[in-house]
């Protein structure tokens, strides 16, 4: 029931319609199950169209916080919000800008420890961040090329302005009398960022935008210790008409991704998990998926996506696309085939050219190499390369993952060359590539 809970607790501001058509799948190798989270215990606390829900876990700041007393507190009050953030206590109309640029409109909208608003125009986008607690001037990690500060007045208010030479303009001030804390940025040269920033007011209620109420599903595909075959080339033997191979990724990080486009610019993507791990993979999104065979294997067909597995070898698939295509007969043709030459094949051994083919010549008993990926300096901006390494235990689910690098910039932090562990996923900090949405 771990999942139902986090899936109550993001649910909260929920109306009792929506709760009835949200769905958590659990689907787990040999016996696939599907639970509905639809508690009536819920339903009745939604029916006034909101209702808080303390579940499990609280974090006060304060420890002497009594907190069975809120829990025991909880019960039908004054309809709330989806998602609001808290001025002494009470829910605070946002302050957002009044003022947008021609030809910029509002897309996206999240509401969290801050409220982040998302522009989007015909020149590039504009962010703004507001918050009570985050400090939004510390910008940590600033843009690796050059950059200058500049003190600037916001509406009678101190601010700073980050300008890059790329043409990134990063606005941060605090509205003192309110309190609280703003950002801007953007990279279009037209936008009149102080002017914009000079409108901050309260204004019309902010709709939130769909993807931050959270998936219609969730499926969790789990895979046991003793079930790894590995990597194969494994994938659709048959594509529809006009479709063709764009990009093949290394096998890395337990996944390969194929993709396909045809003339129109239509992408077909596969995605081949052949490592879910200890703790497995989840999948999740928004609508009702369909429930298929494949093969004798249960799959989930939505409007553009299609997620199955193949249950005796531990093995998870998914295929997606942005066009008009019919994915059950591709998927039911996916199987062994001719081995793919990965697109970027010849990068990593440009790179094992520059740094050495270092192995691990010692390992312990049972772990054998698994995966293998590089990036030359070519692809690293000039001052960055790797070799990486993965073995990996295919009965203890144990990994080690070995790396070798080159930095051209002393002030670049150092991360660690070997880390291993059982089921650790790891995951790319400098990622030298990546095709569209892929690494």
């Not at 009044?98 to 998302?118: A, K, M, R, W």
């Not at 500060?149 to 700073?160: F, Y």
């Not at 409007?303 to 698939?317: P, Q, R, V």
């Not at 692809?379 to 080159?406: C, L, P, V």
């Amino acid at each position: 029931m771990k999942k139902a809970e986090v899936l109550f607790l993001a649910i909260g501001g929920l109306e009792a319609s929506r709760l009835e058509q949200t769905e958590f799948r659990t689907v787990k190798r040999r016996t696939p199950k599907v639970l509905l989270v639809a508690a009536i215990v819920a339903l009745t606390l939604l029916q006034v169209g909101c209702a808080v829900v303390i579940y499990n876990k609280v974090h006060p700041e304060n420890l002497s916080t009594d907190l069975k007393q809120i829990a025991q507190s909880v019960g039908f009050g004054k309809s709330l919000p989806l998602a609001f953030i808290c001025k002494e206590g009470t829910p605070w109309d946002v302050w957002y800008p009044q003022q947008i640029p021609e030809g910029y409109s509002l897309n996206d909208v999240t509401i969290g420890q801050s409220v982040h608003l998302d522009y989007s125009g015909d020149n590039g986008s504009i962010s703004y961040v507001v918050s009570f607690v985050d400090d939004l001037s510390d910008i940590s990690d600033p843009p690796h090329d050059s950059f200058v500060w500049t003190e600037e007045t916001v509406a009678g208010q101190k601010g700073r302005m980050l300008t890059t030479s790329g043409g990134l303009r990063i606005l941060v001030w605090k509205n003192e009398q309110e309190g609280f804390n703003a950002y801007l940025s953007t990279m279009d040269e037209t936008v009149d960022i102080l002017a914009m920033a000079e409108s901050v007011a309260p204004g019309a209620p902010l709709e939130i935008s769909k993807d931050y109420l959270g998936p219609d599903f969730s499926i969790e595909l789990e895979q046991p210790q003793d079930v790894y075959f590995g990597w194969a080339p494994i994938y659709p033997q048959k594509v529809p008409e006009g479709y063709f191979i764009d990009f093949v990724s290394e096998p890395s990080y337990g996944e390969q991704v194929i993709r396909y486009e045809n003339a129109a610019g239509d992408m077909l993507d596969y995605t081949f998990y052949y490592r879910l791990g200890k703790y497995g993979r989840d999948f999740s999104g928004t609508g009702q998926p369909q429930q298929v065979d494949i093969d004798g294997n249960i799959g989930y067909l939505g409007a553009h996506s299609l997620i199955w597995t193949d249950d005796a070898k531990g093995y998870a698939f998914t295929l997606t696309s942005d066009g008009d295509v019919d994915l059950l007969p591709i998927a039911k043709s996916v199987a062994p085939g001719p081995e793919l030459e990965p697109t970027y094949h010849t990068k990593t051994l440009l790179a094992l050219e520059e740094l050495g083919d270092y192995q691990i010549t010692e390992l312990p008993e049972g772990v054998e190499q698994d995966e293998l990926t590089g990036c030359p300096l070519s692809d690293g901006g000039g001052w960055y390369s790797y070799i990486r390494h993965w073995y990996f235990n295919k009965k203890t689910n144990a990994q080690i993952f070995f790396t070798y690098e080159r930095r051209l910039h002393t002030h670049i932090e150092t991360y660690p060359h070997c880390r291993s562990g059982p089921g650790r996923e790891v995951r790319n900090p400098h990622p030298c590539r990546l095709p569209g949405n892929w690494g």
